[in-house]
């Protein structure tokens, strides 16, 4: 009963390094959600997923690509690294829109 | 990992009622307990807690954390159908972060 799962706990990246933040759920949801939080700003939203093969763009996507060819993973992908992702990156997920969200432990993303 | 326990899990009230969400954690590395209000996607930031005893207040809602007992409530004073919503609250205990199950308020005109 794992919940969701995301690795690494931490990073530090240099600036133009590539990395994956994976996301894995085992609770057969739906809806999954990439969010990044910076100090006192709240959590916005990088990506999200309604199903196996369809994602969309949150209100903060610029720099990242993310896949969903499973139910159950939902990895977020940082191309060339900059140091305005220096962030907490938290992954969730829901089985109906909006409710019922469980979330995973985080990420806490450094790039210098 | 610490557990966040939230209660009650759902509440239902009338505008102008007063609520009081209740929030309790483990400590391992205690760095800040927050809370969220989330009415679609992306939760919003409500309050960040470090000290204890220190009310923190914003309009209608206030926080306070007690440090030695491990909780932290969120009253909403006055509410407003606006203000339904599901209340998270998040323990950062320096590993990382534990989010709690959430508190579903329903305001009623």
């Known amino acids: 009963n794992a919940g969701v799962t995301q690795t690494p706990k931490f990073r530090i990246l240099k600036i133009g390094q590539s990395m994956t933040l994976q996301c894995a759920q085992d609770m057969n949801h739906n809806y999954m959600y990439w969010y990044r939080q910076d100090p006192g700003m709240g959590l916005k939203l990088i990506y999200y997923s309604v199903g196996a093969g369809i994602t969309d763009k949150g209100e903060v996507p610029n720099g990242y690509n993310v896949s969903r060819s499973t139910t159950e993973d939902f990895p977020l992908r940082l191309e060339l690294a900059a140091p305005s992702q220096t962030s907490v990156y938290f992954c969730?997920?829901?089985?109906?829109?909006?409710?019922?969200?469980?979330f995973g432990s985080g990420t806490r993303l450094t790039v210098v | 990992e610490d557990k966040v326990v939230q209660s009650p899990l759902s509440l239902v009230v009338h505008e102008g009622d007063t609520v009081t969400l209740n929030c309790s954690y483990e400590?391992?590395?205690?760095?800040?307990l927050l809370w969220y209000k989330q009415e679609k996607k992306a939760p919003t930031f409500l309050f960040m807690l470090t000290s204890s005893g220190i009310e923190k207040k914003s309009g209608r809602l206030s926080s306070i954390l007690d440090k030695k007992e491990l909780f932290s409530i969120l009253n909403i004073t006055a509410t407003q159908t606006g203000d339904s919503a599901v209340y998270l609250c998040a323990e950062d205990y320096g590993q990382n972060f534990v989010f709690g199950p959430g508190t579903r308020l329903s305001v009623l005109p």
């Open positions: 400590v391992t590395n205690f760095r800040s």
């Open positions: 969730a997920s829901s089985l109906m829109d909006s409710y019922g969200y469980t």
